[in-house]
């Protein structure tokens, strides 16, 4: 269920032209476990006035409260996926909304073509140092269930990075106030629905598609 109620309008006019801008169309945040899809989702949804929805509490809502843990060791990845990619396309189609999607779930084709259709998409990039200090807090990770959790995250990285760049908006994500990386999300949505430029470079992520901005980037 959403978090958010929606009011009859954005509190400032950045907000709500950027929510005008979206028409029914939704944010999608995508990225590895530990990017902090969820904490600034939550917070992006309350500065736009829009419900926020977190894909993997739906998931487990729709299986009568059976834990993604549980679901993984019960019926397998594979399973898990088919209903993931399923909740997503409801999600989908019930926009306007901020929505927190699960780190594989952006690897799948339709997926990716459904949120391309009916939302904008934002990559939270985070580097492994700062995802192992977030995922470490947590035991429920059903990938990070291996000797190696260190390596694991490697690889995974390695897979889901080229696919995470056809995103179309690129956040760094990093050891900073939450509310600045919720800043730079709102200026990069601004930069790409209204046609305003971001604000100048200070700290820099490159992608291959686009130049350095203040943890910012935007795909053409």
């Known amino acids: ?14 907000e709500a032209e950027i929510a005008a801008a979206l028409g029914r169309r939704s944010i999608v945040l995508v990225g590895m476990m530990g990017a902090g899809k969820s904490t600034i989702g939550r917070r ?8 926020f929805l977190d894909a993997d509490i739906e998931i487990e809502a729709a299986h009568a409260g059976v834990t993604i843990p549980e679901i993984f060791a019960t019926h397998g990845e594979p399973y898990f ?7 997503i396309a409801r ?3 019930g926009g306007p909304a901020v929505i927190a999607t699960g780190g ?16 904008v998409s934002i990559w939270l990039k985070a580097d492994i140092d700062v995802i ?13 269930q291996t000797e190696d959790p260190v390596a694991t995250v490697a690889r995974l ?20 106030p939450h509310d600045r990386i919720v800043d730079e999300c709102m200026d990069a ?28 980037s935007a795909t053409s």
């Open 1 to 14: 269920m959403p978090e958010t109620a929606i009011p009859a309008q954005a509190s400032t006019p950045q």
């Open 44 to 51: 992006l949804a309350a500065r736009l006035r829009l419900p």
């Open 81 to 87: 996926r088919d209903g993931e990619a399923r909740v």
């Open 91 to 93: 999600l989908l189609d």
């Open 104 to 119: 594989g779930a952006f690897m799948r084709e339709e997926t990716r073509k459904r949120i391309a259709d009916k939302a």
């Open 132 to 144: 192992m200090k977030r995922v470490k807090r947590r035991a429920d990770r059903p990938l990070l």
């Open 157 to 176: 990285l390695e897979a889901r990075e080229p696919v995470y760049q056809g995103a179309d908006l690129t956040i760094l994500s990093r050891d900073v």
């Open 189 to 216: 949505l601004r930069g790409r629905l209204c046609g305003h430029a971001a604000p100048p470079a200070q700290e820099s992520t490159t992608t291959a598609t686009t130049a350095p901005t203040d943890g910012i």
